[in-house]
């Protein structure tokens, strides 16, 4: 997205801006850092300077629902806030604004200028719609792979239901405002075309058809950015950006097994994937990264990078498990450990949000498929309570617990590095294309 990089002459350049000019150009960047995905210490730390630069103190409280403001100086103090949800992520939009910021940091723009620049970001628009359905339907093929599909059919399939599911999901947009219908809305599509599909012979018995079009709605982003904010102690919007992502993943968990069981289907509580060839399963992790880079409206230009990072970081895996026989949980841990620590520097230097860069390039390790099936496992324990024997309550606890083990260690493996180099940049003034004598 280009940014307006109007240099003025001297004698063009304006002395400190008033109070209120000030506070609705920060204000206004704040709202499109926070809406669209940067982490919370970078949005700071850049308002901060921004602020600074302005001839300004700022003082911010982020918080879910809202984002308070405070501009202060020696004789002038001033406070706005915004209703404001931090649910959307779009890399585009906070690459653009972090670039204005700069601009004014070093002096190249004034706040006029600055802000005619920040509200043309504000309309940008997102993502085409074919772009989105496309690479939604590839994604979803590419996971299939990942997980053993390998007849073409059913390959098909599951690109046509994700395809199909995008396409919905845009629909429902435009219709409700509610964070958690579209999600429902493509898993619901996802779970009565599995069950067709489980009808007509024309799907496996791990449901892939079903599975592989929700595996892309795992709002993983969210989960790093609420660790991150736990980890810096801002206790309140970690926790509420967890539990929207957990909301999701419910959300999901629930039009899935809604959608089979008006199939006359259900999810088995485990499977086994058939093992996929080294260069097969790279590509197709390829396709994913760039699946979900397409959702966070990353530019062409920059979508290289997280693929070939995140077929590097797969391929580590790969290895890890089939030459070194780890297991899921230690081997997602080695990959994203070393995406945690080769991404860092790139987001800053791109200017882009961690969050969504980093969980882009280790998309295709998330646990989507363990968590559906518990998910379907528990809902067979309720509706067969009396008769269910011991294996499925075995299965059940075994897909719960390792979801959360690779969870949690996609999560310390991505975010670990991240604060690590963060409190640690002073050793390194230019990683990550930071002047020495700047914050951002």
């Not at 063009?12 to 709202?31: E, Q, R, T």
């Amino acid at each position: 997205m280009p940014v307006p990089d109007s240099t003025l002459p001297d004698h063009l350049i304006k002395g400190p801006p008033s109070l209120p000019i000030a506070l609705d150009l920060v204000l206004l960047s704040a709202k499109l850092l926070f809406a669209n995905g940067q982490t919370t210490q970078k949005m700071v730390l850049a308002l901060e300077q921004m602020a600074g630069t302005l001839g300004f103190k700022l003082t911010i409280y982020p918080n879910w629902g809202e984002l308070v403001v405070r501009l202060e100086d020696n004789t002038r103090s001033g406070s706005e806030s915004i209703a404001i949800e931090p649910a959307g992520v779009d890399l585009s939009k906070v690459s653009a604004t972090m670039g204005v910021i700069f601009q004014v940091c070093e002096g190249r723009i004034d706040t006029a200028a600055a802000r005619m620049a920040l509200a043309e970001i504000s309309r940008a628009a997102p993502v085409s719609l074919v772009r989105f359905a496309l690479l939604a339907a590839a994604g979803a093929a590419a996971l299939g792979v990942i997980f053993g599909a390998s007849h073409p059919v059913t390959l098909a399939l599951i690109a046509l239901v994700a395809g199909v599911g995008a396409c919905l999901r845009r629909w429902l947009a435009g219709l409700s405002h509610n964070l958690f219908v579209q999600p429902f809305g493509a898993a619901l599509l996802a779970g009565i075309a599995g069950a067709i599909a489980v009808h007509l012979q024309l799907s496996s018995p791990l449901r892939l058809v079903a599975l592989c079009p929700c595996m892309i709605l795992v709002p993983g982003p969210h989960i790093l950015s609420g660790a991150m904010d736990v980890a810096r102690a801002r206790i309140p919007l970690g926790i509420a950006r967890l539990a929207y992502a957990s909301l999701i993943i419910l959300t999901i968990c629930a039009g899935l097994i809604l959608g089979l069981t008006v199939g006359g289907m259900s999810l088995p509580a485990s499977g086994v994937s058939s093992p996929v060839p080294l260069g097969l399963d790279v590509l197709a992790a390829g396709v994913a990264v760039a699946a979900y880079g397409t959702f966070f409206n990353m530019s062409w230009r920059t979508l290289f990078i997280p693929i070939a990072i995140g077929m590097f970081a797969h391929a580590c895996r790969w290895a890890a498990i089939t030459l070194a026989g780890a297991n899921p949980a230690s081997a997602a841990l080695i990959a994203c450990l070393l995406v945690g620590f080769v991404m860092t520097p790139i987001a800053d230097r791109l200017r882009l949000p961690f969050a969504g860069l980093a969980f882009s390039a280790v998309v295709s390790l998330l646990p989507g498929a363990y968590l559906f099936r518990m998910a379907g496992g528990m809902a067979s324990l309720v509706t067969s309570a009396p008769d269910a024997g011991p294996e499925l309550f075995f299965q059940v606890g075994a897909d719960a617990a390792v979801a959360m083990l690779i969870v949690v260690a996609m999560t310390f493996g991505l975010i670990v590095p991240r604060i690590w180099l963060e409190d640690f940049t002073h050793f390194w003034p230019a990683l990550g294309g930071i002047p020495k004598d700047r914050k951002i």
